[in-house]
């Protein structure tokens, strides 16, 4: 196993395969980064809809909390097909990366409302009453008293989210878009072994996730230094 | 853009994808199961073991949980044949679902642990109870209470998961959508109601868990 490896690497990591690599690492950046951006700011405004204090409008919050159900509990290789076949109905000829990057978005903007919710609900309720005591309007209230209070609750969980993304879009291999993992089926069916393609790439997954977690475990520790348990935990 | 829907022809394999759609909860379960099991003695050498077992739990959950699932599958079901080891379809995704819910579990299962206080534990010892009386009176109700939630949530998230062993031709409910939608070539139609089925399947689940945990365990596990 180990001698394949090293009889293949040279040819593996040829200049041409390396540009094809760099390109598919590229996209897979860019379509989990930038889908779970644009579906966080979507997210939030469902869940500014979602919340009966800031949008006090029956149909908007029946809607949001009916598309963030939905959505949640549709896996994404499902939502991926579903969201294909539309774009093929609407007669779409583009790139199949603007296919993969709005299932990417309209998922994550459900789950991006499922975190932002739960920022907004960790700001107590006096606080939300004192600011309509003061006669604070909505934008107001939001963006000074709520949000202040509620980014440490919402940021930490957002990088687990977008790591969650990065994993998800290696199944946007499915409809040919040129990721990671398309990348290294191609490789493979050109004859390089599997070990080789799958391993780098596995590595190429975790040097996108684990830089991740790591800068969200960091702000997580940044923002919540002045909270300190009370009891101490008995494993630490 | 002319386009008529026509569910008509994909109405009939309704039943057909809700037999897939039991599959897909088997394989959650067995998954479940054996990730839960992993989860228990990682999360246990996390807590009482020795430095390399902590270092080797600390290198496999990381691992795990910073690649996607559907490349480990396709390690598993591409590499392991060329060290000799044969795996069908369905054994591949069993063994990688687990070894990936594995990962989460050990996560969520270390975090119960030590969500138990030394006060607890001290309040039962000058009540005077035994070992056998703390582990079942005071730790055990706190651990499941503590875990409940969050185990639940794992297992709707282990069933949408499934869906990814349709990519190996296992014929669990997104494998059947496939095969029907080779058939029929209603496309929309059939993996929306692929849709529909995967909503209504995890609703039922979370409502059957949220019930059974407030009647067994005495927890509140929200639904929604």
Redesign the interface.
């Known amino acids: 196993m180990w001698s394949t490896l090293r009889d293949e690497a040279p040819r593996f990591f040829g200049y041409y395969n390396l540009l094809f690599i760099g390109e598919a690492f590229l996209h897979t950046l860019a379509l989990s980064y930038l889908g779970a951006l644009l579906g966080f700011v979507i997210g939030f405004a469902l869940a500014l809809f979602r919340h009966p204090r800031l949008f006090p409008i029956l149909p908007l919050r029946l809607f949001a909390i009916a598309y963030v159900e939905v959505f949640r509990r549709i896996p994404f290789l499902v939502k991926l097909m579903c969201v294909f076949f539309a774009f093929q109905i609407a007669g779409w000829r583009g790139s199949m990366f603007t296919v993969a990057l709005t299932t990417v978005v309209l998922s994550a903007a459900a789950f991006a409302a499922e975190i932002v919710r739960g920022g907004f609900d960790a700001v107590h309720r006096a606080q939300w009453d004192a600011a309509e005591a003061m006669n604070m309007g909505r934008a107001d209230t939001l963006w000074r008293v709520v949000l202040p209070q509620s980014w440490p609750v919402i940021l930490p969980p957002a990088f687990g989210y977008t790591i969650g993304f990065v994993k998800s879009t290696s199944i946007a291999s499915q409809i040919g878009v040129l990721e990671l993992t398309y990348v290294a089926k191609v490789l493979n069916t050109r004859g390089f072994s599997a070990l080789i393609c799958f391993g780098t790439i596995l590595l190429l997954y975790f040097a996108i996730c684990w830089p991740t977690k790591l800068l969200g475990e960091r702000i997580e520790r940044r923002l919540t230094t002045r909270v300190r348990p009370v009891a101490e935990p008995m494993m630490a | 853009?002319n386009?008529t829907f026509q569910y008509g022809q994909v109405v009939q394999y309704i039943p057909y994808l809700l037999g897939g759609a039991w599959l897909s909860l088997q394989l959650a379960a067995i998954s479940f199961v054996a990730g839960a099991a992993i989860g228990l003695v990682n999360a246990t050498a996390l807590?009482?073991g020795p430095r390399p077992a902590r270092i080797a739990v600390r290198a496999y959950v990381?691992?795990f949980?910073?690649?996607?699932?559907?490349?480990?599958i396709?390690?598993i079901f591409?590499?392991l044949?060329?060290?000799g080891i044969l795996l069908e379809p369905y054994t591949a995704c069993a063994i990688g679902m687990s070894l990936n819910a594995g990962a989460y579990l050990t996560e969520i299962e270390r975090a119960g642990?030590?969500?138990?206080?030394?006060?607890e534990?001290d309040a039962a010892q000058s009540l005077g109870f035994n070992l056998r009386q703390t582990v079942w009176y005071v730790i055990l109700p706190h651990i499941v209470k503590a875990l409940y939630p969050p185990l639940s949530n794992q297992f709707?998230i282990q069933v949408?998961?499934?869906?990814?062993a349709?990519?190996f031709a296992v014929e669990e409910l997104?494998g059947r959508?496939y095969n029907v939608n080779a058939i029929t070539f209603r496309?929309?139609e059939i993996?929306?109601v692929?849709?529909v089925i995967?909503?209504l399947l995890?609703?039922i689940v979370s409502t059957a868990l949220a019930l059974v945990g407030r009647r067994v365990f005495r927890v509140k596990a929200k639904v929604?």
Do not use: D, H
Not at chain 2, 113 to 119: A, G, I, K
């Open positions: 853009m386009y807590s009482f990381t691992f949980l910073n690649t996607p699932l559907l490349v480990q396709f390690f591409f590499v044949p060329e060290a642990f030590q969500s138990l206080r030394r006060s534990l709707i949408m998961t499934t869906s990814i349709a990519i997104t959508t496309s929309l993996f929306s692929a849709a995967y909503v995890t609703l929604f």
